[in-house]
C-alpha cells in the first residue's frame, strides 16, 4: 500500500504552490501518494496540476493587503493576532487530516500550522532570516519558533555564498533544528526554442499589488510595436486569452504553456518572488524586478540581485520604459542544475 503525503503550501500569490509541483512529481515517482492542502488560488491552481489526486480544504489567513507600501507592514502587523488563529485552525485541521486519510507524513511550505506529532513533518522555506526591517531579529525569533515542531527544514537553494536567496538562505544560528539545503525548486526545464516574444510580462501576487501593476503595465504597453506576451496571474476557471495591438495577454498559463513561453521570450519583467527567481535561473533568462511595495523579501531580493550585476530593477512608482534599457549592462541568469535526490530526502517517510 501506497504511503500518502500531504502537501500543503501557502495562498500567498501561487509561487509556494508552484514550487511544490516538483515535489509532488517527485513523490508520485518514488510510489507515495500526495494528498493536497491548501486554499484558494493555489489550491485551484494545483487542482489543475493534478487533477487525478485527492485535495482537501484548509483554513485560509484571508490577509488582507495595502494600496500603499507604507501602509503595507502595519496593515500586517495589526493582523497577526488573525493570522495566528488561522495557524491554530489549520493545526486542528491537519489533525483530522492525519486520522481520516491515514496520512504518513506532513509536507508545508510555509504553513506554520501544517505539522503533526504523530508522523514525520518537513517545512519547506527559503526564510531563515526574515526580513521585516527594523524587527528582523525578532521576525526570524518567532518563525524558528515555529520551525522547532517540524522534524526537518527544507531549504530550496544552494548552500553557501552561490545561492540564490543572499542572507534570506543563510541562519547559523538557528540550532536543534535539522535543516536540509534541497537546491532550488523549479517545475520548469529549459528548452532550444526560437525566440517569440520581444518581452514577457509575468504577474504573481497578491490583491491589490497585482492588479495596480498589470494595470500600470498594460497603459504604458499600448502603444509598444514589440511583440508582448502578457500573463496576469489570475489563476480561474477558464483560461482566457485576449488580443490588443503587438501584446497577447492570458489570465493565465499551465506549466507547460508557461515552460515553453519563458523559454521562447527574449526579456521577463516580473516581481521578484522567490519562486520566480529559481524559475528564470534555472532558464537562464534576462529579466528587469519589479518588486511588491512594502514586501521586505522581494525588495531585499531585487537589490541582492541588481548588486551582483545579475538583473537590473526598479520600485513600482518609478517603472518606465526606457528603465529596460538598463538590461544590456546586466548579466542575466546563469542556467543551473539541479538534480535532487528523492530517494534520500524523502528516507523520512
Same mark, same amino acid.
Given at each position: 500500500?501506497?504511503?500518502?503525503?500531504?502537501?500543503?503550501?501557502?495562498?500567498?500569490?501561487?509561487?509556494?504552490?508552484?514550487?511544490?509541483?516538483?515535489?509532488?512529481?517527485?513523490?508520485? =515517482?518514488?510510489?507515495?501518494?500526495?494528498?493536497?492542502?491548501?486554499?484558494?488560488?493555489?489550491?485551484?491552481?494545483?487542482?489543475?496540476?493534478?487533477?487525478?489526486?485527492?485535495?482537501?480544504?484548509? %483554513?485560509?489567513?484571508?490577509?488582507?493587503?495595502?494600496?500603499?507600501?507604507?501602509?503595507?507592514?502595519?496593515?500586517?502587523?495589526?493582523?497577526?493576532?488573525?493570522?495566528?488563529?488561522?495557524?491554530?485552525?489549520?493545526?486542528?485541521?491537519?489533525?483530522?487530516?492525519?486520522?481520516?486519510?491515514?496520512?504518513?507524513?506532513?509536507? *508545508?511550505?510555509?504553513?506554520?500550522?501544517?505539522?503533526?506529532?504523530?508522523?514525520? *513533518?518537513?517545512?519547506?522555506?527559503?526564510?531563515?532570516?526574515?526580513?521585516?526591517?527594523?524587527?528582523?531579529?525578532?521576525?526570524?525569533?518567532?518563525?524558528?519558533?515555529?520551525?522547532?515542531?517540524?522534524?526537518?527544514?527544507?531549504?530550496?537553494?544552494?548552500?553557501?555564498?552561490?545561492?540564490?536567496?543572499?542572507?534570506?538562505?543563510?541562519?547559523?544560528?538557528?540550532?536543534?533544528?535539522?535543516?536540509?539545503?534541497?537546491? %532550488?525548486?523549479?517545475?520548469?526545464?529549459?528548452?532550444? *526554442?526560437?525566440?517569440?516574444?520581444?518581452?514577457?510580462?509575468?504577474?504573481?501576487?497578491?490583491? %491589490?499589488?497585482?492588479?495596480?501593476?498589470?494595470?500600470?503595465?498594460?497603459?504604458?504597453?499600448?502603444?509598444?510595436?514589440?511583440?508582448?506576451?502578457?500573463?496576469?496571474?489570475?489563476?480561474?476557471?477558464?483560461?482566457?486569452?485576449?488580443?490588443?495591438?503587438?501584446?497577447?495577454?492570458?489570465?493565465?498559463?499551465?506549466?507547460?504553456?508557461?515552460?515553453?513561453?519563458?523559454?521562447?521570450?527574449?526579456?521577463?519583467?516580473?516581481?521578484?518572488?522567490?519562486?520566480?527567481?529559481?524559475?528564470?535561473?534555472?532558464?537562464?533568462?534576462? =529579466?528587469?524586478?519589479?518588486?511588491?511595495?512594502?514586501? *521586505?523579501?522581494?525588495?531585499?531580493?531585487?537589490?541582492?540581485?541588481?548588486?551582483?550585476?545579475?538583473?537590473?530593477?526598479?520600485?513600482?512608482?518609478?517603472?518606465?520604459?526606457?528603465?529596460?534599457?538598463?538590461?544590456?549592462?546586466?548579466?542575466?541568469?546563469?542556467?543551473?542544475?539541479?538534480?535532487?535526490?528523492?530517494?534520500?530526502?524523502?528516507?523520512?517517510?
Amino acid at each position: 500500500m501506497k504511503k500518502r503525503i500531504l502537501v500543503a503550501p501557502l495562498n500567498w500569490g501561487i509561487g509556494h504552490a508552484t514550487r511544490c509541483i516538483p515535489i509532488i512529481n517527485g513523490l508520485l =515517482a518514488h510510489n507515495f501518494e500526495p494528498i493536497i492542502g491548501s486554499d484558494g488560488e493555489a489550491l485551484c491552481l494545483l487542482k489543475k496540476e493534478f487533477s487525478d489526486l485527492i485535495f482537501v480544504d484548509l %483554513p485560509s489567513y484571508n490577509i488582507r493587503y495595502s494600496k500603499t507600501k507604507r501602509a503595507f507592514k502595519w496593515l500586517l502587523f495589526l493582523q497577526l493576532p488573525k493570522i495566528n488563529k488561522a495557524i491554530n485552525a489549520e493545526h486542528k485541521a491537519v489533525k483530522k487530516i492525519v486520522h481520516d486519510y491515514a496520512i504518513d507524513a506532513v509536507i *508545508s511550505d510555509n504553513r506554520m500550522g501544517v505539522y503533526s506529532k504523530k508522523v514525520p *513533518s518537513v517545512f519547506i522555506t527559503h526564510q531563515l532570516n526574515v526580513l521585516s526591517g527594523m524587527t528582523t531579529k525578532l521576525s526570524t525569533k518567532l518563525h524558528d519558533i515555529y520551525l522547532k515542531k517540524f522534524d526537518e527544514c527544507w531549504v530550496p537553494d544552494f548552500k553557501g555564498e552561490a545561492n540564490l536567496g543572499g542572507k534570506l538562505s543563510r541562519n547559523k544560528k538557528n540550532k536543534g533544528l535539522k535543516m536540509k539545503y534541497i537546491g %532550488p525548486l523549479s517545475r520548469l526545464n529549459k528548452t532550444k *526554442s526560437k525566440l517569440k516574444y520581444d518581452i514577457m510580462v509575468l504577474l504573481s501576487g497578491p490583491e %491589490p499589488q497585482r492588479g495596480l501593476l498589470e494595470t500600470q503595465l498594460l497603459n504604458q504597453f499600448t502603444s509598444s510595436k514589440q511583440n508582448i506576451l502578457f500573463v496576469k496571474g489570475k489563476v480561474e476557471q477558464q483560461q482566457q486569452i485576449e488580443k490588443r495591438g503587438t501584446i497577447t495577454i492570458y489570465n493565465f498559463m499551465r506549466t507547460k504553456e508557461l515552460q515553453y513561453a519563458i523559454n521562447e521570450s527574449n526579456l521577463i519583467i516580473s516581481r521578484s518572488g522567490y519562486t520566480t527567481i529559481m524559475d528564470l535561473a534555472k532558464l537562464g533568462k534576462h =529579466a528587469f524586478f519589479i518588486p511588491t511595495p512594502g514586501q *521586505s523579501e522581494q525588495e531585499y531580493l531585487a537589490k541582492y540581485l541588481d548588486k551582483k550585476n545579475s538583473v537590473p530593477s526598479c520600485n513600482q512608482k518609478e517603472f518606465n520604459l526606457q528603465q529596460l534599457e538598463r538590461v544590456t549592462n546586466y548579466s542575466g541568469f546563469k542556467t543551473f542544475e539541479n538534480e535532487i535526490d528523492f530517494k534520500t530526502l524523502f528516507s523520512l517517510f
